[in-house]
């Protein structure tokens, strides 16, 4: 086993494209796909399931994975050593980007700017896709909402894998519409008459993370529109009759006073953070805890 292949290993695994991969590491797909396949040889295991659909991560893969992002990051311990000033590295998985997200991570960016060497990312991803990079090294935190049914079902998983699932809120899950919407005119608010209007569906799928929400008939499945972006998506509704659906708004937000947020009733979620059992946590990664907790507290107190 050669440093180089587990370096290949882990490009395959962020970009899930021996393509990408190749491109992202400057050498040729041909050599990326042999040391893959020598490695796998190697090991007596397959790593990558390879699909005419695509690459993904077997769970044998999973787990070597894990140890292979570990050594990298050793790797990058020793080289540090000699520096001066540490190397500052954070990579955030997140579910959803809401602005508690982005005005921590913007203050955090803020603090570290003048470091010699700084990586810190911030990335959406599926509730499974966060805590398979936590439990790769690929990311040092996760952030999900889970409700009731998959916070109970997700507690063996964590253990399993050695991490850590920290519950440090429940939140309500709201409708959201523009301000002047038909349906505010009627008290109370007739959530029954949200299926004749369209629902707008964001990064996180509302309709597969929280198929409870979707099981009460407040979205019509033949009236969705879909974005991948937070701006985009509060454009349409302030917009149009169309509503979207997510948990409570920050302060800070844009267009707060242009909308209304109105509870669902029965319907909580969980704001989780997953983190890696008995890992040192870097002095950026405990900065980033205090700044998300300092803005959730100015949700908290709406």
Do not use: W
Request: hydrophobic share 40%; with cysteine; net charge neutral.
């Amino acid at each position: 086993m050669k440093f180089r292949q587990l370096e290949y290993a882990l490009a395959v695994s962020r970009t899930l494209s021996f393509s990408k991969a190749a491109k992202e590491l400057y050498v040729s797909q041909p050599n990326i796909s042999f040391a893959i396949n020598s490695l796998e040889d190697e090991l007596g295991i397959q790593i990558f399931k390879r699909t005419n659909h695509g690459i993904t991560i077997t769970p044998e893969g999973l787990s070597f994975l894990e140890h292979a992002n570990n050594i990298m990051s050793e790797f990058e311990k020793i080289g540090a050593i000699t520096e001066k000033e540490p190397y500052r590295k954070l990579s955030i998985g997140c579910m959803f980007n809401h602005t508690l997200v982005s005005q921590a991570f913007a203050k955090l960016c803020k603090e570290f700017q003048n470091s010699s060497k700084l990586d810190f990312s911030v990335s959406t991803g599926s509730s499974s896709e966060i805590i398979d990079n936590v439990y790769m090294g690929k990311s040092q935190l996760g952030i999900i909402l889970m409700n009731r049914t998959t916070l109970d079902s997700y507690i063996n998983t964590m253990t399993n894998k050695n991490l850590i699932l920290d519950v440090i809120s429940s939140m309500h899950m709201n409708v959201n519409v523009r301000k002047g919407h038909p349906l505010l005119e009627k008290q109370p608010f007739p959530f029954d008459k949200l299926h004749n209007y369209p629902f707008v569906n964001y990064r996180f799928n509302v309709m597969s993370d929280f198929p409870d929400i979707f099981s009460i008939g407040l979205v019509n499945p033949e009236k969705i529109i879909n974005v991948s972006e937070r701006e985009t998506r509060s454009q349409i509704v302030i917009s149009t009759d169309a509503f979207s659906i997510g948990c409570t708004f920050h302060p800070d937000m844009k267009a707060i006073d242009k909308m209304v947020s109105i509870p669902i009733p029965s319907v909580e979620v969980f704001l989780t953070l997953i983190l890696k059992k008995d890992h040192s946590r870097s002095e950026e990664l405990h900065r980033f805890l205090e700044l998300f907790k300092q803005e959730l507290s100015k949700i908290n107190s709406l």
